[in-house]
């Protein structure tokens, strides 16, 4: 019987068991064994790790050879050169119009709440070595890849994003010999489809895994002198994912904002336990076509592109850590000052895409641009492992809310699949694979 009860779990229901067991797992071994260098080797440095580690890199996978096919399939099938065109400028114009909005409500609320504590700048050795962005030519430069093979091997995803583009939309004109091949990426598609449904198996697992991990070695001690600072970003992610986000997507969808995130819970889920937008995607696409009812030819170019450029939740705590690390160094910002965060951030978001500590490299930009110490992130990096899993929650929950409002203004989509409470749950479903999978 508690096995039948088990078979009837969906993805979400187990994910969340997952997480609260991971997290009470954690904790009790925290105070029982506090300290202990045998739970530290063996258990969160041994077993905890290999089995997140596995989850992980399982997810990640994916990402490429998902990102390639999938955006040569949609590609395909948009043929004229003006639609793609039109894709693109709503695409990037929608996320750095979200961004926009991102900074400029963290920035008034951290004025407002005054996180700030001017006491706090005298912690010595303060020290944080931010790394190089790159300028503008570059790039644009390296945009485009000289090596496609190599991008995909590194993982760079707006070269990959450019070479699939290309590589569909020259498919799309070549007559038959093109059909053909795009029949072939189809028939890929729905196999990398298919081994998203057999990874998920290890979902509860992996999570549980990394909550537990995470519950082990999180230094609590750390809140004490930025809680206030913890606070506000946290306000306005959940302010930003749960009122700003259904605000626009009603305004320019005239869709239920309940039922869409209603639906997105287990991408939301995903993307707070692994703090990844790359190794949530496969979830976000199948969430976007199945659940939500957006067309392939969208999702498959809206949310890759997404997972690398759009970063409202970074954006947020850019805002919020820069008017506190003002305040904590007792700098003044004037209205200019505030204004400029907003433009360099915003740009950034897309200018430093697919560097490595993207977030961090983008906020040293940002108070390098007002003046301000970049000392002053060591203050927050005690606690920004926290806000980095909300804010990967919040990005994801962008990419799939441009992607439906995109997919409904061209129309390429299905409002029957996003209305049904049931769609992507019946017969050869997400959920419904999962099981038989296992």
Do not use: W
Request: glycine share 8%.
């Amino acid at each position: 019987m508690s096995e039948k009860k088990h078979n009837k779990l969906g993805l979400t229901a187990k994910i969340l068991l997952g997480m609260s067991a991971g997290i009470i797992f954690g904790l009790l071994l925290r105070n029982i064994f506090p300290a202990n260098e045998i739970v530290q080797e063996y258990i969160t440095d041994g077993f905890l790790h290999v089995i997140g580690t596995i989850f992980i890199s399982s997810l990640k996978m994916l990402v490429v050879p998902l990102v390639f096919i999938s955006l040569v399939c949609g590609t395909c099938s948009l043929s004229e050169p003006s639609k793609l065109g039109r894709l693109g400028s709503k695409t990037i114009g929608f996320y750095l119009f979200t961004t926009a909005i991102a900074l400029t409500v963290s920035i008034l609320a951290a004025v407002v709440i005054h996180p700030g504590n001017a006491s706090l700048a005298t912690t010595e050795n303060m020290q944080f070595v931010a790394k190089d962005a790159p300028s503008l030519s570059e790039v644009l430069i390296n945009i485009v890849p000289t090596n496609p093979l190599q991008a995909m091997s590194q993982g760079n995803m707006l070269q990959i994003i450019i070479f699939a583009v290309i590589f569909g939309f020259a498919i799309a004109h070549i007559g038959e010999r093109g059909k053909r091949i795009a029949a072939l990426f189809d028939d890929l598609n729905e196999v990398i489809m298919r081994v998203v449904t057999l990874i998920m198996q290890l979902a509860p697992y992996g999570v549980a895994a990394l909550m537990a991990k995470l519950a082990l070695t999180l230094g609590l001690e750390t809140f004490g002198s930025v809680l206030k600072y913890f606070v506000v970003v946290l306000m306005v992610l959940l302010f930003h994912g749960l009122v700003v986000y259904p605000i626009l997507l009603k305004l320019f969808s005239g869709l239920n904002p309940f039922t869409f995130i209603r639906k997105m819970r287990d991408v939301q889920l995903f993307a707070f336990s692994t703090a990844s937008s790359n190794a949530t995607l496969p979830v976000t696409i199948e969430t976007a076509e199945h659940r939500l009812g957006a067309d392939n030819k969208v999702a498959s170019f809206t949310l890759p592109l997404g997972a690398t450029i759009n970063m409202d939740g970074t954006a947020i705590m850019q805002g919020v850590a820069t008017v506190f690390i003002a305040q904590v160094f007792g700098v003044e910002l004037t209205i200019t000052d505030y204004f400029m965060v907003v433009v360099t951030a915003t740009l950034a978001s897309i200018g430093t895409a697919g560097v490595p500590g993207v977030g961090l490299i983008m906020l040293a930009m940002v108070l390098n641009q007002v003046g301000l110490p970049v000392e002053g992130i060591a203050l927050i990096i005690g606690v920004d492992r926290l806000l980095d899993m909300v804010r990967t929650a919040v990005n994801v929950t962008g990419d799939s809310v441009a992607t439906v409002i995109i997919a409904k203004s061209e129309g390429e989509f299905n409002q029957e699949i996003f209305n049904d409470p049931q769609a992507g749950k019946t017969a050869g479903s997400f959920d419904d694979q999962v099981h038989r999978a296992s």
